[in-house]
C-alpha cells in the first residue's frame, strides 16, 4: 500500500520539524498574526504530510486522495499567510475589511471544491503519467489555471506586504521583515520548477518542503532573538481602538510600537517616531524609568511649547515568556490637559481670593462660616479660627432694618444673587460700612450647597457721602440766598436815580457780582451731575469752593443792593438819549464807528415799561460786540411796524458758533431773560469770521 521513497522520507522528517515547529508557534500565538501564523504552519504541516504520504502510496486511488488533501492545506495556507502578513505589517483596517474577507473566502473555499470534485469534471486534471520511483504526473486541465490564476495573487500579495514592512519602522523591525521577506521567495522557486517540469525534476513538488522552510524561518524571525516576545504581550494592550495613548519600548530604551491615540496625542506619526530613543521623545518619561526599573510607576509629564499639552503616564516593566527578564516597557499615557488646566486656573482663584483686597466668606447653606479670606481678619478682627464654625451674625450691627435680611435670603434661595449694603460691627465694636454680593453654589444636581460673599469696605466713602450730603444742603441754602439777592439786585437796578449810578452799578453788577452769581449757579449744576455720576471727592472738592465763592458773592451782592437808587427811565425820549450816549463814548474810546437809526412811531406805540429792558437788551449786545467780536464796525437799530417793534445791534466782527459750548456766555443768557419779560423773541445769527446779529422782536400791545 505504501512504498518509502528519498522523497517521501525527507518530506516525512520535514513533517516532524514541521510538527515541532507548529508547537513552538501555538504558544506564542497572542498576537493576532501570532494566531494566523500558528494557524498556517498547521496548514504547512498537514500538507506537508499529505504530499509525503501521496509519494509513498502505491495506489493511484490513494495518491489522488492524499493529492485532494494536499490541495487543501496548501490552499488554507496561502490565506492564513496572507492575513498574517496584513497584521503584521499594521495593516488591520484592510485584513478587516468585511468584502475582502467574504472574497478570500469564497475563493478557497471553491477552490478546495474544484479538486475535492475533478472525478465529476475534469477540469483540475484529467489524466496521470508514471515518470520514475512511484511518481506519477498529473496532467492538469483547464481548472488548474484557475487555481494558479486566484492563487498566485495572494502569495505574491504576502510578498510585497513583507517588503512594505521592510522599508519602515525601527531598523530591527525593518531587519526582521527583511528576512521574513526573503523567506517568502523559496516557495515560488521551487514552485516554478514544478510547473516547467525541469529535466530531472518532473512530477516532483518541492513546494511543501520550501514553504515548511520558510514557516521555520518565519519562526526564527519572530522569536529567535527574543525580540518579539515583547510585541504579543504589547500588541494586546496596544488595542488600536482605546483612547489611551499606549508606546512599547524596548530593553534599550527604543520605541517599538505605537497605537494611533499615542500619534494623536504626540502630534507625530508612527514611521517617525518607531525605532527612536525614548529619551529624544519624551525625555522626562525615560530619566524616570532609568531612575526605576522593572517597577510600574506613574507620572505626568508635558509637552508643546506655544500650546502646553499635559499627560497622566502609567509605566509598566514587560517581561519574557518566563517572567523572568525584562525586555521592555510599556508606556501607557492619556491627556490631562483640560483638568491640569483646571488646576492652574483653581490654584490662581485660590491665590486671588487669598491676596484679594476685599473680603471673601463662604458659609454652607445654613449660614455657618467654612472660610474666610485674610482681608476678612483684617477688616472685622476675627482670626480665621474665632470666624470659622459660627454664624455671619457675628458681625451684625443691629443697625440694618431686617427687611435687609429678609429680602437676601429670599432672593438667595431662589437661587439667584444679591446684592446690597450692611451697616456691620468688627471685633472691637466699632461700626463700618460693607458692600456686599452674595451668591449661591449649585452642586451637581442643581442644589443649593452653599454661599459664597464678597465684601467690599465703604465706610470712607459713605462718610465722604454725608459730607458731601451736608455740604449740598449748605449750598442749597446759599443758592436760595444768592436768588434772593439776585431779585434784590434786579428790583435795585431798576430803581437807580441816575443814568450814570445806572452805568456804574450795571457794570459792578455784570463784572462782579452777576456773573459770579450765574457761574456759581451752573457750577452747582455741574456738582448735582458729578454726584449722580458717583465722583465723590472732585464733588467735594468743587462743593467747598463754591462754599467760598459763594459766601464771598453773597456779601458783594448785599453791599450793592444797599447801595442802590431809585430807577433812571421814563420814556422813549430818554432810551433814545441814553443809546446816543452810548454809541457816543463808544466812537469816543474804543474808536469804532457806530451807527444808530431808530423808528419814532414804532417807539411811540410801544409801552413805556419796555424801554429800560429794550435799553438793557441793546447795552449788552454792544459789550458783547466790544469785549469780545473785535468789531470796527456796529450798528444799533430800532424798527417797527404797526403790530411789532424789532431791536438789533450788528457787528462785523469776529463771530462765534452759538450752537458750541459756552456760546454767547452770560450777556447771552442776560438778553434773553429780558425779551422773554418784554414777551419777545431773541435771534442770534453768527459765525466764525462773519460777524454777530442780535434780534429781538416783540409783538406791540394795542392800545
Known sequence: MFKLTDISIILFITTVINIAATLTV????????????????????VWTLAVALGYAAIALQLKIIF????????TIALILFLYFG???AGLDEWANKRWLRVCLYLITISNILLVATNEWHGWIWRGFKAVGDNIIVFEHGPGFFWLSLTEYPMYLAMIVILWSASRRGSDIMRRQARLLFYASLFPIVSNMVYLYGIQGAEGVDWSSLTFSITGILFLWALYGTHFMDLVPIARDKLVSSLSDGMIAVDAK???IDINPAAESMLGRTATSLIGKGLQEVMPLTYSRLMKAPGREMRTEFEIGNDTQQYFDALLSPLYDKNQIAQIGNLIVFRDITERKKNELRFQQLSRAVEQSPTSVVITDKNGIITFVNPFFSMLTGYAPSEAIGKKTSIV?????????????????LSGKMWEGEFLNKKKNGDLYWAHVVMAPVLDANGGIHSFIAIQEDITDRKLAEQTLENRFLEIQELNK???EAQTQIVE????????????????NLHDSVNQSIHSLMLFSET?????????TEQAIRAAERIHESGEQALKEARMLVHEGQVSFMGGYDDLILAIEKRLNMVERRAGIQADFSYDISALERSPKEWMENIYWIILEGLNNSLKHSQASHIQVHIMGGLEQLTVEVKDDGAGFDPGAAGGGGFGMKSMQERAEILGGVLSIESSPGHGTRVQCTMEIPRS
Open 26 to 45: 501555538w504558544k506564542r500565538r497572542r498576537s493576532t498574526f501570532g494566531l494566523y501564523f500558528a494557524l498556517g504552519m498547521i496548514s504547512i504541516t
Open 67 to 74: 493529492a485532494k488533501i494536499d490541495a487543501a492545506g496548501y
Open 86 to 88: 496584513m497584521y503584521f
Open 253 to 255: 530604551g527604543r520605541i
Open 396 to 412: 451684625k450691627s443691629g443697625q440694618t432694618p431686617t427687611e435687609v435680611y429678609q429680602d437676601l435670603w429670599q432672593t438667595l
Open 481 to 483: 440766598e444768592l436768588k
Open 492 to 507: 435795585q437796578q431798576r430803581a437807580l436815580a441816575t443814568a450814570q449810578e445806572r452805568q456804574r452799578l450795571g457794570r
Open 527 to 535: 456738582l448735582i451731575a458729578l454726584l449722580q455720576n458717583g465722583e
